[in-house]
Each structure stands twice: as structure tokens, then as C-alpha cells.
């Protein structure tokens, strides 16, 4: 069975997009958060994206390589974005690229068809997909690197939920410019 993991930097207050869509609100990570991020990547087997999240880094991940001043994690991300084998899940979306696949059924069922599988650990992005497989129960691990903000609305990282759910603390790190990371696993 795969594992999914739910990442992304967020606001200390809990968004992880102020109101307007507006994710500047962190600016460029670190060195060594973007490396931490990047190793994850790797690691991953599959990456799962909503739209929005699709949009945003397709727009700019397929030739993040090659722009003059891109740092040697920024193309080595862009390198093992393209070549992770991702899915979509959108009605609205007409085509994908850069070995991915669309989905436009029910992504719950399609998520837990594909933890079922063996394989690396999926990732799993975009607010309302990731709030999705959260109330289905499907989400193994959660990672937080939660930037000294306060924006005080936007997009949450959590969605609301019908039962709680416990969890397990595996990871605290600290970041320049006082990003602090942690990892929880779900307790099952």
C-alpha cells in the first residue's frame, strides 16, 4: 500500500494562499527548505494535483531549468517534476502533458485505487483535493512549513472534517528566516 503525504508551505495562521489566490506572501524559500522539498520529490512515486495547483506549476515547472538564474536544486526540481509521473484531477482542465494523466471522475475512489497499489509514496496538492482525501481519511502524512505570517484569510491548509484525527509528531526542523517544518503522521 503507497503512502500519501499532504505538503505545503503555509501561513502562520493556517492559509497556505491569502485571499485572492495570492501565494507571495512567503517569497522564495531557502536554500535548504527548497533542498528539503526537493529530496521529497524524489522520493515520491506519484504526484496528485487539483487544478489550481496544476495550473500554477505547469506554468512554470516544464522549463524552470532553464531560466538564466535558476539555482542547481531549482533545476534539478524542474528535471524530476517533468519526469514524476503525475494526475490531475479536474472536469475543466482540457489537456495534460509532461507524464501526466487526467482525471475527471470521482478522485476519491481514484486515490484510493492508487494507495492501494504498491510503489513510492504519492504527494498530494491543491486545497480542495487534498480536503477531499483528508475526509475520506486517506492522508498518511501531513508537512507544514509554516512561515512567521499572518495573512488572516485566504485558502486553508486544513479542510473542516466530521471526526477528528489523531496524530503522531515525527518531525520538527527549523528553517532561515524562521520557517519552522513539521512532519505528523496519522495515527491509525
Known amino acids: ?8 508551505n503555509v501561513t502562520l495562521d493556517g492559509y497556505i494562499a491569502a485571499p485572492g489566490d495570492d501565494i507571495a506572501w512567503g517569497g522564495p524559500p531557502s536554500e535548504e527548505l527548497f533542498q528539503w522539498w ?3 520529490e524524489r ?3 506519484l504526484s496528485l494535483y487539483g487544478r489550481k495547483l496544476w495550473e500554477t506549476m ?3 515547472w516544464p522549463t524552470g531549468d532553464q531560466r538564466p538564474d535558476a539555482t542547481r536544486a531549482e533545476v534539478e526540481f524542474a528535471r524530476n517534476w517533468r519526469d514524476t509521473p ?8 482540457g489537456e495534460v502533458d509532461w507524464n501526466t ?3 475527471t471522475g470521482d478522485a476519491v475512489a481514484e486515490i484510493t485505487r492508487l494507495k492501494a497499489e504498491d510503489g513510492a509514496p504519492m504527494s498530494i496538492g491543491g486545497a480542495r ?4 482525501a483528508m475526509r475520506a481519511g486517506l492522508i498518511d502524512e501531513y508537512a507544514l512549513a509554516t512561515y512567521p505570517v499572518l495573512v488572516g484569510g485566504g485558502t486553508p491548509f486544513f479542510t473542516a472534517l466530521d471526526s477528528w484525527v489523531n496524530l503522531t509528531l515525527v518531525e520538527t526542523r527549523t528553517f532561515p ?3 519552522v517544518l513539521t512532519r505528523y503522521e496519522t495515527r491509525r
Open 1 to 8: 500500500m503507497r503512502k500519501l503525504i499532504f505538503g505545503m
Open 38 to 40: 526537493l529530496d521529497g
Open 43 to 45: 522520493a515520491n512515486g
Open 58 to 60: 505547469s506554468s512554470y
Open 86 to 93: 503525475k494526475v490531475v484531477f479536474s472536469t475543466t482542465v
Open 101 to 103: 494523466r487526467l482525471v
Open 129 to 132: 483535493l487534498a480536503g477531499a
Open 177 to 179: 528566516g524562521g520557517v
